[in-house]
């Protein structure tokens, strides 16, 4: 069967976040599955399989990170869109049956994919204990989204400090359900991003995920109510980077951005 890496949220190889992406007839049983995810060792690999004609969605997508499957994964969902794009498999809007909903994906004239994906609102929480020392900086304000996507979103006092954080990460392992997102306004919007952010998922297996598209449902209703605008641009990572742009609907998000397939061969197992 084929396999592709996917690099999403970018436009150029070796950028972005890279995603596994498989096409399948049907899901084998899960212990195949996390294998896989494990050899391929990327922050999530994305498994998919066409679903009857009729139904509320087209395609069943399920997310395995090395160690465990994730509820929600943003930048699997866009390589996934792009590999049924690319290879002709599927046009205009797909729609997945997934662990937090159906999901949709469309393909758009300037070679973007949007995502609509559910909002994750957040709430205030008082700073937890611990969380300022395996940062190793001094934190803003903390808000959970326990209910949505189990992260914590931690505004940092600008970006040259998100740029420079270096975790503990054993220590972040055990301060939220899923993931700690570190966020700070631009400090030069005129580069075409209006926030910034990189996360951090020990927890799941994942130190740094470099462009989380899923993060993006609670920083877009964060710092949409900050600046006032439903439209925006965010711009993650550490070592590696991309841009995410965010629509705010309501109960709904959207995620645009592109991707590019960089390795396409065989599974033999």
Partial sequence: ???????????????????GVLLLDSFPDDHWLQKVAAEVNLSETAFAHPL??????????RWFTPTTEVDM?????LAT????????????????????????????????????????????????????????VEVVSVHDTAAHIGDLVVELRDEETVRSVRPD???????????VIVT??????????????????PGVGI???????????????????RFGRDELTGF?????????????RGDRTLLTGHAVTVIEGELRA
């Avoid at 069967?1 to 995603?19: K, L, Q």
């Avoid at 009857?52 to 997508?61: F, N, T």
């Avoid at 130190?207 to 109510?225: F, I, K, N, Q, R």
């Avoid at 993650?236 to 705010?248: E, I, N, P, Y």
Wanted: charged share 20%; with cysteine; hydrophobic share 40%.
């Fill in 1 to 19: 069967m084929r396999i592709r890496i996917v690099d999403a949220f970018t436009d150029r190889p070796f950028s972005g976040n890279p995603a």
């Fill in 52 to 61: 009857p004609a009729g139904g509320e969605a087209d395609w069943a997508l």
């Fill in 73 to 77: 994964c943003g930048h699997a969902t």
């Fill in 81 to 136: 869109a792009h590999v049924l794009h690319t290879t002709g498999a599927a046009t205009g809007t797909v729609r997945f049956a997934a662990r937090c909903g159906v999901l949709s994906a469309t393909a758009e004239e300037d070679g973007t994919i949007t995502m609509d994906f559910p909002t994750s609102p957040v709430t205030p929480v008082p700073v937890p204990d611990g969380l300022e020392k395996a940062l190793g």
């Fill in 169 to 179: 990460f054993a220590a972040l392992a055990h301060l939220s359900d899923r993931g």
């Fill in 184 to 201: 700070a306004a631009a400090q030069r919007p005129e580069r075409g991003y209006d926030f910034v952010s990189r996360g951090f998922f």
């Fill in 207 to 225: 130190d740094e995920d470099p462009v989380t598209g899923s993060a993006h449902t609670a920083l877009a209703p964060y710092w949409s109510a």
């Fill in 236 to 248: 993650q990572g550490g070592a590696r980077t991309g841009l995410v742009r965010t629509r705010l």
